[in-house]
């Protein structure tokens, strides 16, 4: 079955260079969901969007955005990167916003910045 | 705003043991409970999942989970694991009330398996 795909699976950048994420979710699944994990961390929860919209913010910094297109995929873009924005990035995605939808995981983008 | 606790952080056992992973969560609400599995270097994957009905829920490689409301817990069991088990698992629980629907991860148990 598809997954989540997720590109690039890894990425090197150095501090205040610029980053875009890429998030191609589960056909047929309208609903995206950020999320960052730190070295040893739990993920922690950036922001979602459905059918298009922002639809929750959670702990994204100003200097990243991030929008869902047209044919549902999403991009994370992280500007003046800094050293603490090294971490893995995963999406999820899930069909519709019912509690019932069960988020599923990319295998991540993996971000270092030096 | 809803927080999860995971009461171990790092478990070690040998091949054949039971396993039993404790998760609390603080929100007092009707609440939708998780539990991914994070194999080394890997994605999280979904275990299972309680969103009502029967509070035993079964998951996937013998897992399962018992929902116990008045103790606001989700423990992780399984009654014998295997070296593959080696993974991080991190409980997570959304809150089914609210227009929020992502969901809220528990720091993570490391779980090693000795052969």
């Known amino acids: 079955a598809a997954g989540v795909i997720q590109s690039p699976r890894h990425l090197i950048k150095e501090k205040r260079e610029t980053a875009t994420l890429k998030c191609y979710p589960i056909p047929r699944h309208d609903t995206v969901y950020w999320y960052q994990q730190g070295p040893g961390q739990d993920p922690q929860f950036l922001i979602s969007?459905?059918?298009?919209?922002?639809?929750d913010k959670g702990s994204i910094p100003d200097r990243f955005s991030a929008q869902q297109f047209s044919d549902y995929h999403s991009e994370l873009n992280m500007s003046s990167l800094e050293l603490g924005d090294s971490a893995l990035y995963f999406c999820?995605?899930?069909?519709?916003?019912?509690?019932?939808?069960?988020?599923?995981f990319g295998n991540g983008t993996r971000l270092t910045v030096t | 705003a809803q927080s999860v606790s995971q009461h171990n952080h790092h478990v070690i056992l040998s091949e054949a043991a039971s396993l039993e992973l404790g998760c609390n969560y603080s929100y007092g609400g009707t609440v939708n409970l998780f539990w991914y599995v994070q194999y080394p270097g890997q994605h999280l994957q979904l275990l299972l999942k309680y969103f009502s009905g029967d509070p035993l829920v079964k998951g996937i490689k013998g897992f399962e989970a018992e929902f116990i409301k008045s103790k606001f817990s989700f423990n992780l069991r399984k009654p014998s694991v295997q070296w593959s088990d080696t993974a991080e698992y991190f409980c997570?629980?959304?809150?089914?009330?609210?227009?929020?629907?992502?969901?809220?991860f528990g720091k993570g148990t490391k779980l090693s398996v000795i052969p």
């Open positions: 999820a995605s899930s069909l519709g916003q019912g509690h019932n939808s069960p988020l599923h």
């Open positions: 997570a629980v959304r809150d089914s009330g609210a227009g929020s629907y992502q969901l809220t």
């Open positions: 969007f459905y059918e298009k919209m922002q639809s």
